[in-house]
């Protein structure tokens, strides 16, 4: 939108004008970061929206909104402060609409002009003053698209999901080889917040050593002694089978080491539906949660595999608060050719979800990644559909797909990814070593979560 200045000569005494402006969360940690004020009074509380709209915003933002009214509309560009008084009579809260308003007060040689200005909330003056600025004397016009977008790093589902887990009875977790820092701690963490109750499998001696490392406290937590990780692994699972827990999560141990155990025919914890892993994603500017499958167990899964990864996927979706989650089937393009078998697959995949053979969600593909996530791309590309621009889900062609884009998500994008094994009799935490702490706990609150759904068979039929 571009706007047009008033110069010296046109501006006459009386003149006034007005925005409006509704302050957010976001407002207040951009100015955090600008002004290094980090008074906790300010910073809202990431992911609680009730106990945010106690925090006041500072002073002089509310005192800083004037200069968006002189320097953008009255005068407007070319503008330049020579002085701001302010006297503050009240507080904003976050979720508030301000209303910020000039008039000019008189005019002075040397293009000089002063206003009154204020900021009120409906009706109520918050903040009041005199400013006096060089008024422009040349006519220019000012587009407002000039400043770059800024993305402010939040992971606030991550924070709404471990909040919601925490809500429930803790469920009993087999770890399977915690012995180092972050795998202990992750698990600990989960405790302390009252997620799961942690059974510890495996070398004592390291466990200790770990819990040295990473600070955390072993009293009144049980260790199950295993002088290996493939012994480790066989324990866990055994515990598991003897229903002496509900869990299994990955510890210090190759991933491999794990599954082996679970897979197995006799003593393993194969279900009805083949496994596959799910990453939940807490992707800074998106307004939901992000699942992404298969990115870390089915290398190049057939159009059957993907069936079974599509409804375990769906079912997490709805395990984790989703009403009818919308799935995209991922290609390279959003249009199907036996040249590209992944769209074959895509579409037969929507197809069958249209005749209920997958279940809970709405199924659509091919949908390349640009129009799965964005709806002007959807719309660019002519593209009508329920799943198109808003997908909740992505199910991708192959795990080198998977892998990479999950990958991207979090070291370009900055996401969050918690990572879950499902198909299994128990759902499976499966973490990585570069996983932070938060991450950790969000997969473990989406696991409780499932198994909890699960428990309960609101959502779905045994696995």
Known sequence: MMHENKTYDEIKVGDEASIKRVLTANDLYIFAHASGNLNPLHLPKNGDEAASQEIVAPSMWVGALISSVLGNVLPGAGTLYKSQSLKFLDRAHVGEQLTVKVRVRAKLPGNVVTFDTSVSRNGETLAEGIAEVLAPVRKVQLN????????????????????????????????VAPEEAHALAGAIMAAELGIIEPILVGDRRRIEEAAEASGCKLSGYEIVEASSAHEAAAKSVALINAGDADLLMKGHLHTDELLHEVVKKD?????????????VMDVP???????ISDA????????EEKVDITQNAIDLALALGMIKPRVGVLSAIETVTPKIPSTLDAAILSKMA??????????????????AIDMEAAKTKGITSLVAGQADILIVPNIEAGNMLAKELSFIAH??????VLGAR???????????????MASCAAAALYADSRRRHT?????
């Open 426 to 440: 128990v759902p499976i935490v499966l973490t990585s070593r570069a996983d932070s702490l938060r991450a950790r």
């Open 415 to 420: 996401a969050d990814a918690a990572g879950i």
């Open 459 to 463: 959502h779905m039929p045994e696995a």
């Open 285 to 291: 500017g998106l307004e939901h949660l992000l699942l």
């Open 296 to 303: 870390a167990i089915n290398i190049a899964p057939t159009l």
């Open 144 to 175: 407002d698209d000039l400043a770059p977008n800024v993305l402010v790093e939040l992971h606030q589902h991550f924070d709404r999901l471990i909040e919601k887990a925490r809500r429930m009875k803790p469920l009993r977790t087999a770890v």
């Open 267 to 279: 003593g393993g914890l194969r279900g009805d539906r083949r496994l596959s892993h799910v990453f």
């Open 354 to 371: 249209e005749r209920g053979q997958i279940r809970g969600g709405v199924v659509d593909g091919p949908l390349a990644m640009d129009n």
